[in-house]
């Protein structure tokens, strides 16, 4: 009896759990365990002919050429998304479906591969209106990203962008190239250093030991190169007259420390400086005219003989278009000429700096301020910088980098009452001086990153590194990175 009984127990038990595997596999089936971050939209769309309209409802897509069904999604898909575009510039609207299936390819996977996947992937299948009937024109094999949201961005070039958006809110952005999609870098990386303050013990032993001016960048070449775009804030003007050269109080710095630059392959220098007028107006034209000649963008400076004001720079990276300013807050008492009232971009009438940071924001999709500015030695930020940078905040700029303390001062994300988040460090400090005192022989590069995101372009990532300078035999300064494990606490995000 005992036996019957057990036997029985055991058939329940065995007949339960096939129907409770049963039961899984039929929800896995039906996606009951895909993400739960996944948004199943729904809605209605038409495509550009006016002909066509795509119903997304229940997973499933359907079709209408003059409101009569067509199409159907395959039933072995599950659509998250739906756009109707013209994504390739045919002049003929393209379906594209953000879907899930099992397996990352279809019925004719790559020859290399003998089994296809058993899970649930994203893919992306994209289709082309044929009148009654709607052609497969490109399915995807796996998307190799998590995608929470689809979107297209159209601008003046000669592509659209699939813009693909993860569940942390990180964007991809894809192009149609030839057949298929090709993703574009949608990421910019900066790198910005403080003061380039030529002292005569400085340019001295570059001119004197036949090796140029090289070895003021030998430890951070690398760096630059990793870089999509560096900046160096060019303190003091160039001459190529050595009777020219000096020292503190007016600077004259031999062109020679401009080619190193060049060399080590910096993009940008910002020039409105304390000392900016310190070779008068020739200084002004010699150094803006030695570095655009070597297709370095030079800021916060003109020369006379430009007349038309231009209050900022446009660089355009991956995409991004980059609004760039530079300003000081004075010259050292040096008065500008009454007919070139900006020859060095000042911190003076706040209506007119407004004026211009809206302009450059209007004309851009990402706004960086460089400022000369501050008290000098002081390892806090002044009213002065505190009542700027409210100023640069209201205007929308997206990042700020300060120079001129000549010591590192702090570094915040700062937010307005709209959300708006900008980027500021108060005083990056020098990257190379004979400044004697010991404050001063320790400055830091700034190091960001610009993403283009479906809500605009953004800062993901962020950084202060710090860098000291040392002075070597017979008198060669350099500057150098401080090693990650000797390193103080850095804002990153």
């Known amino acids: 009896m005992n036996k019957k009984r057990t036997a029985k127990k055991y058939a329940f038990t065995a007949s339960a759990f096939v129907g409770l595997c049963a039961v899984l596999y039929l929800l896995w089936q039906n996606g009951a365990f895909l993400p739960r971050w996944i948004d199943w939209t729904c809605g209605l769309h038409t495509a550009q002919s006016g002909q066509y309209e795509i119903s997304l409802q229940d997973k499933s897509v359907t079709v209408f050429y003059d409101n009569i069904p067509v199409w159907t999604s395959p039933k072995n898909t599950k659509v998250q998304a739906a756009l109707s575009c013209d994504i390739d510039r045919d002049q003929c609207d393209e379906l594209i479906l953000l879907c899930w299936k099992t397996g990352r390819y279809g019925k004719n996977r790559p020859f290399w591969v003998e089994h296809d996947e058993t899970k649930w992937s994203q893919h992306i299948f994209v289709y082309r209106y044929d009148r009654q009937a709607v052609r497969p024109k490109w399915m995807s094999s796996y998307i190799g990203q998590a995608v929470a949201e689809m979107s297209v961005r159209c601008d003046n070039s000669s592509q659209n962008h699939l813009l693909l958006t993860d569940p942390d809110g990180k964007t991809t952005s894809w192009f149609w190239d030839s057949w298929g999609f090709t993703r574009e870098k949608t990421e910019v990386s900066f790198i910005a250093f403080g003061d380039n303050l030529i002292h005569e013990p400085i340019y001295h032993y570059g001119l004197h030991h ?107 990276k991956n995409g991004i278009r980059f609004a760039l300013l530079n300003y000081t807050y004075g010259t050292n008492g040096i008065p500008l000429p009454k007919d070139s009232p900006r020859m060095v971009h000042l911190l003076a009438d706040e209506a007119t700096v407004r004026k211009e940071l809206a302009a450059a924001k209007a004309d851009s999709d990402f706004m960086i301020v460089f400022v000369h500015w501050g008290t000098e030695y002081a390892p806090e930020p002044d009213n002065f910088q505190e009542k700027w940078a409210q100023v640069f905040l209201s205007c929308k700029a ?90 103080p606490h850095a804002p990153h995000q």
């Not at 007016?250 to 080590?264: C, H, K, L, S, W």
């Not at 005192?437 to 800062?459: L, Q």
């Open 398 to 487: 997206d990042v700020v980098i300060g120079s001129h303390p000549h010591i590192l001062q702090p570094c915040e994300l700062l937010r307005d009452g709209d959300g708006h988040e900008m980027l500021l460090y108060y005083s990056i400090g020098n990257f190379v001086s004979a400044q004697p005192e010991k404050t001063c022989a320790k400055g830091g590069m700034a190091c960001f990153t610009v993403s283009r995101t479906a809500s605009g372009c953004k800062i993901t990532a962020y950084d202060l590194r710090p860098l000291v300078i040392t002075r070597q035999k017979e008198g060669k300064y350099t500057a150098a990175p401080i090693a990650a494990t000797d390193r």
């Open 210 to 316: 036949g090796q140029g001016f090289d070895f003021l960048f030998e430890n951070v070449r690398e760096i630059i190169s990793q870089s999509d775009i560096a900046i160096l804030n060019q303190e003091t003007p160039l001459t190529d007259n050595p009777t020219l050269y000096s020292d503190y109080p007016r600077f004259g710095t031999p062109a020679e420390v401009g080619q190193a630059i060049a060399d080590a392959g910096f993009q940008i220098v910002t020039c409105a400086t304390n000392h900016a007028m310190d070779l008068g107006a020739e200084g002004i034209r010699f150094t803006k005219d030695f570095f655009e000649s070597r297709n370095i963008k030079c800021l916060g400076i003109q020369p006379k003989t430009q007349r038309d004001v231009n209050p900022y720079t446009i660089v355009e």
